[in-house]
């Protein structure tokens, strides 16, 4: 079943302890693409400038994404965004951000993508998460990500479209900004009462944890000794968990437990190579070799 996907489109210049890139290609709706298209079919909402560089979109192609809904503005500059990461590499500074073609965006979605089922409002303003999620006619299962930014700018948007989805996908630090409350477990419980069924707490290399009313998964993050670059990590961890979701077909606790651990080895791969240079490589057999070990390493 198919996943449609809203989020940023970016070229992104990097730099962590282990190197630099510039000029690379990132964003959220990249990322996931990915990651999610490892596992079945994703319809692509976004807009990217004519300075997008046209292998990507032929990378999107041969995973079979579909383009419908990606603009291209002609003479239009792509969404950039620089970033640079301290030796830890849970924190980082933006150092530079262009909105550029998505300043003027309004997403238009096709007959195809209008009748998915599966749908992953990926960072971008919630306004424009809104836009996306009006046009989709029975969405069985709607996830949402967000970020710093969002949450403190746009907090009357975030919370209406919170009121409508299903699951959502936060980092530590802005489940504790969006709640106001410090400890985990019941920062997320006051996420749950902002209306999402489900909420998933990343925690970076240290894993994540999935809750719902009465229910309480939590999982380590694979371990990676060769850690290039995180960026990313969360929106290819995301793609990995709906991916999962939307190939089983099924939305329930259980479901979802198995997804977070899908979610969080894709995105052990993202982060071994700067921007999507790792994704690319890997298929789904390789997934689910690192998932068998990943089994080993975590059962007693
Ligand atoms: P993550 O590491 O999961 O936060 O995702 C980083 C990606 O998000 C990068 O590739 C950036 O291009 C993109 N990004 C950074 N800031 C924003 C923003 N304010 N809105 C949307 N996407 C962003």
Not at 78 to 107: C, H
Request: glycine share 10%; net charge negative; with cysteine.
């Amino acid at each position: 079943m198919s996943i449609v996907v809203v989020g940023s489109i970016a070229l992104d210049d990097v730099v962590t302890e282990e190197g630099s890139v510039s000029n690379a290609p990132g964003g959220s709706a990249l990322y996931f693409s990915a990651a999610a298209s490892l596992f079945g079919p994703v319809c692509l909402v976004g807009v990217v400038g004519e300075d997008f560089p046209r292998e990507e979109i032929e990378f999107l192609e041969r995973r079979e994404v579909n383009l419908d809904g990606l603009q291209v503005i002609k003479g239009g500059k792509t969404f950039r965004w620089s970033g640079e990461y301290e030796l830890d590499m849970n924190k980082r500074r933006t150092t530079n951000l262009e909105l550029n073609v998505f300043q003027d965006f309004d997403p238009v979605l096709k007959e195809n993508s209008r009748k998915a089922e599966y749908v992953f409002l990926g960072n971008i303003g919630p306004g424009l998460q809104m836009k996306v999620y009006d046009q989709i006619e029975n969405p069985k299962f709607v996830a949402l990500d967000t970020m710093e930014c969002y949450i403190s700018g746009n907090t009357g948007e975030l919370k209406e479209i919170l009121k409508k989805i299903d699951l959502l996908f936060i980092n530590d630090t802005e489940s504790q900004q969006l709640s106001g409350t410090f400890n985990l477990l019941s920062a997320a419980r006051k996420l749950l009462e902002m209306g999402p069924r489900y909420v998933i707490i990343k925690k970076g290399e240290h894993g994540s944890i999935l809750i719902a009313d009465n229910l309480f998964f939590a999982v380590p993050a694979y371990p990676v000794e060769t850690a290039k670059d995180p960026t990313g990590a969360g929106d290819s961890y995301a793609g990995g968990v709906m991916g999962y979701i939307a190939r089983s077909g099924s939305v329930d606790f259980e479901t979802l437990k198995k997804a977070v651990v899908y979610g969080g080895v894709v995105a052990s791969f993202g982060v071994e190579d700067f921007s999507l240079d790792a994704l690319k490589k890997i298929s789904l057999a390789d997934v689910e070799k690192r998932l068998d070990n990943f089994r080993e390493l975590t059962s007693f």
